[in-house]
């Protein structure tokens, strides 16, 4: 079944320290799509980033970097030098192309509400 | 471009009512999707249309209805509202339903039934 997991649910970091989100996925299609998004506290989603199932090399950003990995099925998510401004909830999400078809449904896990005191 | 918006921003209602929440998006997105945010379970998808006059049943669809009648429209219906619906509904869309397009979500509608 088609499932994805964050196990973190919260995290506390004083500003400066890097951090990592965990995601951890599960998927019968070997053609996936895996992405993050972020909602801070004035509720909207906001994308940050896509990656398929056949690129697996690491993606840097500013301060955000991705770590995916299909052998342990892992697409983890890092904050270099945490800023107040990087808290908010953090969200994995999973797109399937064959099993679920043209569906766009995509599955969510639970969320990663991170918290960085000043 | 507005993107997705979504009305009203916030509704409490006594359960039994009924109401619709509005979604509409200028995009020209063939896609177009509801979910509902719960405390730690993440979004949970509801309905989803992959264009107008189709739609169909995502993950969590009882005590919900839609319709697509034109492209910048989804509608989401409460046919009888319950205190399990309390819930934060976000509507999305995307330039088609293929697995590698992102998304667009609402701003949400914060939902109460007493």
């Known amino acids: 079944a088609q499932k994805v997991t964050q196990a973190q649910t919260e995290i506390s970091v004083v500003e400066k320290e890097d951090v990592t989100l965990d995601c951890v996925y599960e998927?019968?299609?070997?053609?996936?799509?895996l992405f993050w998004y972020k909602q801070p506290p004035s509720g909207e989603l906001v994308f940050l980033i896509r990656?398929?199932?056949?690129?697996?090399q690491n993606e840097i950003s500013g301060r955000y970097s991705w770590n995916f990995q299909k052998s342990t099925s892992s697409f983890n998510f890092t904050i270099t030098a945490s800023q107040v401004v990087d808290s908010a909830v953090y969200f994995c999400a999973l797109s399937e192309a064959v099993f679920n078809g043209p569906t766009g449904k995509l599955i969510f896990g639970q969320g990663t509400t991170l918290q960085v005191k000043p | 471009n507005a993107g997705v918006t979504q009305t009203p921003k916030f509704q409490v209602l006594k359960t039994g009512q009924s109401m619709t929440l509005q979604c509409a998006q200028d995009?020209?997105?063939?896609?177009m999707s509801w979910y509902r945010q719960d405390p730690g379970m993440g979004l949970r998808l509801i309905h989803y249309?992959?264009?107008?006059?189709?739609?169909d049943q995502g993950e969590v669809p009882n005590g919900y209805n839609v319709s697509r009648s034109t492209t910048e429209d989804f509608p989401l219906r409460l046919l009888s509202a319950a205190p399990s619906q309390t819930s934060v509904y976000f509507c999305?869309?995307?330039?088609?339903?293929?697995?590698?397009?992102?998304?667009?979500f609402g701003p949400g509608t914060r939902l109460t039934v007493l």
């Open positions: 990656r398929n199932s056949f690129d697996e």
């Open positions: 249309s992959v264009g107008a006059g189709i739609t």
């Open positions: 995009m020209n997105h063939e896609y």
């Open positions: 998927t019968r299609d070997t053609t996936y799509y």
């Open positions: 999305a869309s995307s330039y088609s339903p293929a697995a590698y397009n992102e998304q667009f």
